[in-house]
């Protein structure tokens, strides 16, 4: 049989949010998956003022240098990965306005010299977080007027309570546990 990999807890939860306006307009969602092993990847630390900050130079940077720069877009930071959208580019034929595209994964440790590549991740969203992000911003693309008002509107990161919207997966091993029971699939 196949190992099948335990997979680690999923306690969500996007922390903040920043924005980029400008000739590189980027809105900045920050996150974290809390109670997992090397905390430094996925838990802020007591100086996450300071890093994020940096952390957002970096992603001026990444986004300037990029074919598309003008184009808005939307990054979700972690600490030790960031993953970045943009919208498509109406001067590009085989893109469409309203379809969002991977500018790549940085990683938050390069700080200012961060570069986004497409090939580190030539697809999309890779965890709840990254998803209910994306799926809210089209959301808000959808209802909105103009780029300025969409830019101007951010996803919900709270609760109804004004503490962090959690995202956490019930089982984060559902899948595992599905394919654990039909045993190996060469004797299929």
């Given at each position: 049989?196949?190992?099948l990999f335990?997979a680690?807890?999923?306690?969500?939860?996007?922390?903040?949010?920043?924005?980029?306006?400008g000739?590189?307009?980027?809105?900045i969602?920050?996150?974290e998956?809390?109670?997992?092993?090397?905390?430094?990847?996925?838990?802020?630390?007591s100086?996450?003022?300071?890093v994020?900050k940096?952390?957002?130079?970096?992603i001026?940077?990444?986004?300037?240098?990029?074919k598309?720069?003008?184009?808005?877009?939307?990054?979700?930071?972690?600490?030790?990965i960031?993953q970045?959208w943009?919208w498509g580019?109406?001067r590009?034929?085989?893109?469409?306005?309203?379809?969002l595209?991977?500018?790549?994964?940085?990683?938050?440790?390069?700080?200012?010299?961060?570069?986004y590549?497409?090939?580190?991740?030539p697809s999309?969203?890779?965890?709840?977080?990254?998803?209910y992000?994306?799926?809210e911003?089209?959301?808000?693309?959808?209802?909105?007027?103009?780029m300025?008002e969409?830019?101007?509107?951010?996803?919900?990161?709270?609760?109804?309570?004004?503490?962090?919207?959690?995202?956490?997966?019930?089982?984060p091993?559902?899948?595992?546990d599905?394919?654990?029971?039909?045993g190996d699939?060469?004797?299929?």
């Open positions: 049989m196949e190992e335990t680690q807890p999923y306690d969500g939860r996007i922390t903040g949010r920043a924005s980029l306006i000739f590189v307009s980027s809105k969602y920050f996150g998956i809390r109670g997992r092993e090397e905390k430094s990847k996925y838990e802020w630390g100086d996450s003022d300071k994020q940096r952390i957002i130079r970096g001026f940077n990444s986004i300037f240098y990029s598309s720069a003008e184009i808005p877009s939307i990054a979700v930071v972690f600490p030790g960031s970045a943009r580019d109406p590009i034929k085989s893109e469409t306005e309203t379809g595209y991977p500018l790549g994964v940085g990683f938050p440790n390069e700080l200012e010299n961060m570069r590549s497409r090939e580190n991740n999309g969203a890779f965890c709840l977080i990254e998803n992000i994306t799926a911003e089209i959301s808000i693309r959808a209802k909105s007027d103009s300025e969409y830019l101007g509107t951010y996803a919900d990161i709270h609760s109804t309570h004004p503490t962090p919207l959690n995202l956490n997966f019930k089982n091993n559902l899948l595992r599905y394919l654990s029971r039909f699939r060469n004797n299929l």
